[in-house]
């Protein structure tokens, strides 16, 4: 049973507000650096690609840890879902924890951001009265599908793995082995997939005991009026930053699989609507949804748009649902930015990497010192191969860094998985541990920033050996024909390249924007070119001084220097 707690119309003690602020925020933290250290795989205990959130019992974003835009905006966004259309609050019970990955989680595309991602859901309860939930979502490398832990070339979800609508793993406390059994029966890693998901349902019922503590503290309804100013105090801020942008319209556009493969280019467009504190995102007029991986579901879309709109607000108003209060996104269903079942996904971030470069590229229009030039996309890297020593087939590989966009104050940022991306970079050393690999090179990549007043970020070099048997490579890389471009006079970065075989005879390169699942032998190379970020501002307004730091630094080379920056 759910007692209904009525708020009066007092305020929150500001004292009070703050310290819950930051309260609920190290329980996030916690979440997540328990599921780290608790899990398995690489991608998790090393690439850091999960993501915990403390939400409202209506599902609103409370608090998140700093992780995954991309996941961090969808877990509440899914669990909102959850809660309308599955399984409303009435139905949950403490020691509950409600599993699901499917993108299309209560009919819609506002479930999980694609089948890989799991998220787990507890619901926090004081006394009888449902008070909160805890979620975090983790990247599982192997849920099924038409090839271990990637997907290729996917036409559309059924390819993509199992797909788990959301259901209860944990009952009041009693873990359900039959429907863990079902899920286990449909990877080819049990034993990882095992550990992983164990870590993640215990890491999310962490939460409970310090919320609990807190209202122990402060009262429940303290800690409610707490939870509404908190947000309603982030919506104010939010929209008094949206007023700085001047009222109109801004239009743009930005092609995906430009390289001509699989029938592109395609395009998405862009129409900003700006008028007082309110702002709107119009994507009609993007190109339909294709049959293949890049359809980003509306949650995605979603997190990508509400990411964007973080970075121009500014990072000191609290992350939560009261900043995305004055925010409209009108996504078309059936297209590239709102897709419609039965479309594939897996790739969603080659879409969602380009609505990040969409938006800011309009925004340029109207507060060009509030955004960011093109950065390097998305880029991943994955390959899978038998194991010489344990005759186990495992995965290896990385979200791929680049070279992040020039800002109106700054250079940007060198080799870094960016924006909705935001993974960490694995060490060699481990993966060279784990997978059957060697690694030859990884360095800076000179030359790769956009020259500008700001230089772009420069992208790496990335060069590795196969050792395992029958090896197999798939790959994602954006910004190789349609270049990362600068705003304000500020130039492109260079583009990525992946070759095989760098300087062999049997040398060849791969296709700039997806592959399908590309066959390797032992002993093949893989080589990365990854794109730097696009410049800001004119080259000839960069100070002679930040000239010669690069050019000690090797970030470019004399010609380079004599060509962009007449030194």
């Not at 780290?36 to 090393?46: D, L, M, P, T, V």
């Not at 599908?145 to 390819?159: K, L, P, S």
């Not at 060069?463 to 197999?472: E, S």
């Amino acid at each position: 049973m759910t007692t209904p707690f009525v708020l009066d119309n007092d305020r929150a003690d500001p004292v009070t507000m703050e310290i819950v602020r930051n309260g609920l925020r190290a329980i996030a933290q916690r979440i997540t650096r328990r599921m780290i250290r608790a899990a398995n795989s690489f991608i998790i205990k090393e690439m850091e690609d999960c993501s915990a959130s403390i939400l409202d019992a209506d599902g609103s974003l409370l608090a998140e840890e700093a992780g995954p835009p991309i996941q961090l905006n969808t877990v509440g966004i899914c669990l909102k879902t959850i809660l309308e259309s599955v399984l409303p609050k009435s139905e949950w019970k403490p020691g509950d924890v409600v599993l699901t990955n499917d993108p299309y989680a209560g009919g819609g595309s506002l479930g999980s951001t694609h089948t890989n991602d799991y998220i787990a859901y507890a619901p926090i309860f004081y006394g009888d009265t449902l008070v909160a939930f805890s979620g975090l979502m983790v990247h599982h490398m192997d849920v099924g599908g038409m090839n271990m832990a990637t997907r290729g070339w996917g036409r559309e979800i059924y390819q993509e793995g199992m797909r788990l609508p959301p259901l209860k793993i944990v009952k009041q406390g009693v873990f359900d082995e039959d429907l863990l059994g079902v899920i286990l029966n449909n990877t080819r890693t049990p034993e990882v997939l095992l550990n992983d998901l164990h870590a993640q349902i215990s890491s999310v019922q962490v939460a409970a005991d310090d919320l609990r503590g807190m209202i122990d503290r402060y009262g429940l309804g303290q800690m409610l009026l707490c939870f509404r100013d908190l947000m309603d105090y982030s919506e104010r801020q939010t929209r008094e930053q949206l007023r700085i942008i001047p009222d109109g319209e801004y239009s743009h556009e930005e092609p995906v699989l430009d390289d001509g493969n699989h029938g592109g280019p395609y395009w998405l467009r862009l129409k900003i609507i700006k008028k007082g504190d309110d702002i709107v995102f119009d994507f009609t007029g993007t190109d339909p949804q294709i049959k293949g991986p890049i359809n980003s579901p509306m949650a995605t879309t979603l997190a990508a748009v509400y990411y964007v709109c973080r970075t121009i607000t500014g990072s000191a108003i609290p992350s939560n649902e009261g900043c995305k209060r004055a925010i409209e996104v009108i996504a078309p269903s059936g297209t590239l930015v709102n897709a419609k079942h039965p479309a594939a996904v897996y790739q969603r971030m080659v879409v969602c990497h380009s609505i990040v470069d969409l938006v800011m590229g309009a925004l340029s229009q109207a507060v060009p010192e509030r955004v960011m030039a093109d950065s390097c996309g998305c880029l991943y890297n994955f390959a899978n191969a038998e194991h010489p020593q344990t005759g186990r087939r495992v995965t290896f590989g990385e979200v791929v860094p680049g070279g992040l966009g020039a800002t109106a104050y700054a250079d940007g940022i060198d080799v870094i998985a960016c924006h909705v991306t935001n993974c960490h970079i694995p060490p060699i050393e481990s993966m060279e541990i784990e997978s059957p690999v060697r690694y030859l090179a990884r360095e800076l990549r000179t030359d790769s920033g956009g020259p500008g007043k700001y230089r772009g970020g420069v992208g790496q070099r990335l060069q590795y050996q196969v050792l395992g048997k029958d090896p197999n490579l798939n790959h994602t890389a954006q910004k190789s024909v349609s270049l990362p471009q600068g705003i304000a006079g500020g130039l492109p970065g260079d583009g990525g390249r992946w070759v095989i075989n760098e300087g062999m005879p049997s040398e060849r390169r791969l296709p700039f924007a997806i592959s399908d699942v590309e066959p390797l032998q032992v002993g093949d190379t893989v080589t990365h070119y990854t794109p730097g970020g696009g410049g800001f501002g004119s080259p000839l307004e960069r100070d002679p001084k930040a000239v010669a730091a690069d050019l000690r630094a090797g970030l470019i080379t004399s010609e380079h220097a004599s060509r962009y920056y007449r030194i």
